[in-house]
């Protein structure tokens, strides 16, 4: 709604997605809508996991579309070393949200120890995860 005040009401969300070569948008979910991905440019490897931890993947080809549904944890991924990709997401919502993964594991106060455990390993592996995550000053 900040970048686009006219889409305020209108209960749709249009964003432009730049891929460098060779990046991901982490795992990652939209708790308040589904996500349509269209490729414009470039490949990228795409998919969702659902309820039952199934992955549903796909490697897109510009033209291609994708769904990522409601809640769901999902990715894009541009495997190419030399080529970016371009591609348009639409959401069913002005305020679909964005929960990262990495982000609110690794960067939050979530105490060191709950997620070596959660994640069956030790709290070294935890805090060299967390030091990757910091932003760089």
Same mark, same amino acid.
């Given at each position: 709604? $900040?970048?686009?005040?006219?889409?305020? #009401? &209108?209960?749709?969300?249009?964003?432009?997605?730049?891929?460098?070569? #060779?990046?991901?948008? !982490?795992?990652? =979910?939209?708790?308040?809508?589904?996500?349509?991905?269209?490729?414009?440019? #470039?490949?990228?490897?795409?998919?969702?996991?659902? %309820? =039952?931890?199934?992955?549903?993947?796909?490697?897109?080809?510009?033209?291609?579309?994708?769904?990522?549904?409601? #809640?769901?944890?999902?990715?894009?991924?541009?495997? $190419?070393? &030399?080529?970016? /990709?371009?591609?348009?997401?639409?959401?069913?919502?002005?305020?679909?949200? %964005?929960?990262?993964? !990495?982000? %609110?594991?690794? =960067?939050?106060?979530? $105490? $060191?120890?709950?997620?070596?455990?959660?994640?069956? =390993?030790?709290?070294?592996?935890? &805090? /060299?995860?967390?030091?990757?995550?910091?932003?760089?000053?």
């Amino acid at each position: 709604m $900040d970048k686009f005040p006219a889409l305020n #009401g &209108q209960s749709v969300l249009l964003a432009v997605l730049q891929f460098p070569a #060779g990046t991901t948008n !982490p795992p990652h =979910t939209h708790p308040r809508s589904a996500e349509l991905l269209f490729l414009v440019d #470039g490949s990228l490897e795409v998919g969702f996991v659902d %309820t =039952t931890n199934k992955l549903f993947s796909q490697t897109l080809q510009a033209g291609d579309m994708f769904v990522f549904p409601k #809640g769901l944890v999902h990715f894009q991924y541009n495997a $190419d070393a &030399q080529k970016p /990709a371009i591609a348009f997401s639409a959401y069913g919502s002005a305020n679909a949200g %964005t929960v990262s993964l !990495p982000v %609110t594991l690794f =960067t939050t106060s979530i $105490d $060191d120890m709950i997620l070596a455990k959660a994640f069956k =390993t030790n709290v070294a592996t935890i &805090q /060299a995860l967390k030091a990757g995550l910091t932003p760089k000053p």
